[in-house]
């Protein structure tokens, strides 16, 4: 089955930055728009962001705004979410996905925001 393959993922303390990555190995997932989303502990998945195909147009949950960044390379096949003054709210495991019902994600990566 092809997948996403997320990464970047770790234990950071509150106020921290994170930086995460997606990988599309197969052309068929890299769509016009790409998503993250995350799923809390005991809590069922969530919209983060999202981009367009061209990265001009980017939408975020209001959990994110005003602190995060999403952005694609279209050439690597790369998706990249930034996010900074990380809250122990933002503690879940991410995924980046072709819709916002998550296909195409992979395994996810966990972040832990913690003292």
């Known amino acids: 089955q092809v997948q996403l393959v997320e990464s970047g993922g770790g234990k950071v303390q509150p106020g921290e930055s994170l930086r995460l990555t997606c990988a599309a190995s197969?052309?068929?997932?890299?769509?016009?728009?790409l998503y993250w989303l995350r799923q809390a502990p005991g809590k069922g998945l969530v919209w983060v962001a999202s981009i367009n195909f061209d990265g001009d147009l980017d939408n975020y949950s209001g959990d994110v705004m005003g602190r995060s960044t999403v952005s694609r390379d279209n050439e690597k096949k790369i998706l990249t979410l930034r996010i900074g003054n990380a809250k122990p709210e933002d503690t879940a495991l991410y995924f980046c996905?072709?819709?916002?019902?998550?296909?195409?994600r992979g395994q996810g990566t966990q972040v832990t925001v913690s003292s």
């Open positions: 197969d052309v068929t997932l890299w769509h016009r728009w």
């Open positions: 996905a072709t819709d916002l019902r998550g296909s195409g």
